[in-house]
């Protein structure tokens, strides 16, 4: 049984016309879900993440900004990219929450095994401190950290395909031996770190790839080298860092996947978590620019999941 976790405030974070980041994305991703094709899904309303839940993974003076800097009417800027409207703080609440639902959800004993929170503002590049790269608050991190706080996990992996580098889930958990974070990711690109060299407590692994890259090489670096080390690591949950955005469509980056990769990590990712998490997955949305691109590729990922 395939959880869905969303909600409608998810909409109503407004980053001004022109930006990439749009309701439009979610609102493509959830139309397609609406689909009789997933009609199964286990559709459930996002709860807000609580205070101490994101003061887990980040700074006070960090969760603090982002509730208060809440405009009450044009849009603010924390820095170039990354904006907030007077709907954001709920979006961001909501999106946090739905990660946190999500793995209360598959760590109880119940039906549900797998979720998909489709929600935004993304989280992977929000640091402990800081929002950037349209993140406010790090939405996988918080829901690791809920792992290990409230269900004493001792050893949870992430998995991000997103094309940018998580730099935020990095440097959260940098220094945290209980989480494993896996990445491919483009580079040169936003935000610029996710070299291999970049290892924290060695639980840590950057696999960049270069512009031009797709499917091949993309298949390789999981099968051959991510994938067994996540294996190894014995996680007791997999987390997954959903971003669609190294699809060949996409406007903000040079990687050649298509919908169909998504489907074929989405179903590695399931066997790895069957094999030794007890079927225990939650992936959230990341990144995902071209709006035709990131609904199919979304739908494959979903599919995979449903199986
Ligand atoms: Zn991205």
Request: glycine share 8%; charged share 20%; net charge negative.
């Amino acid at each position: 049984m395939l959880r869905l976790y969303t909600h409608p405030a998810c909409l109503q974070h407004d980053t001004g016309p022109h930006h990439p980041e749009s309701p439009a994305r979610l609102a493509a991703v959830l139309r397609v879900l609406d689909r009789d094709h997933y009609a199964a899904l286990d559709r459930v309303e996002a709860p807000r993440a609580t205070r101490d839940q994101l003061l887990r993974v980040h700074d006070e003076a960090h969760v603090q900004r982002v509730l208060d800097t809440v405009p009450m009417g044009e849009t603010q800027w924390l820095d170039d990219d990354t904006a907030l409207s007077p709907g954001s703080a709920e979006a961001a609440l909501r999106a946090a929450g739905a990660v946190v639902a999500a793995v209360d959800a598959v760590l109880s004993s119940g039906h549900v095994r797998r979720a998909f929170c489709a929600v935004r503002p993304p989280g992977h590049h929000a640091t402990r401190s800081e929002a950037m790269g349209f993140c406010l608050f790090n939405n996988v991190a918080v829901g690791a950290a809920q792992a290990m706080v409230a269900h004493g996990l001792r050893r949870v992996a992430i998995a991000d395909f997103d094309v940018h580098h998580g730099n935020g889930t990095q440097d959260i958990f940098w220094h945290e031996p209980r989480v494993l974070f896996a990445s491919s990711h483009e580079m040169p690109l936003y935000p610029g770190s996710g070299n291999p060299d970049e290892r924290g407590a060695g639980n840590i692994l950057n696999r960049p790839m270069s512009a031009g890259d797709g499917s091949y090489l993309f298949r390789e670096l999981w099968e051959g080298d991510l994938l067994p080390r996540i294996r190894a690591f014995r996680p007791q949950l997999v987390l997954v860092s959903a971003g669609f955005d190294a699809h060949q469509n996409d406007p903000l980056a040079n990687l050649c996947l298509g919908s169909e990769d998504y489907a074929w990590i989405t179903a590695k990712l399931v066997e790895l978590a069957n094999h030794h998490a007890e079927g225990r997955l939650v992936s959230t949305l990341e990144g995902g620019y071209d709006v035709a691109a990131l609904a199919s590729s979304a739908a494959a990922h979903v599919e995979a999941l449903m199986e």
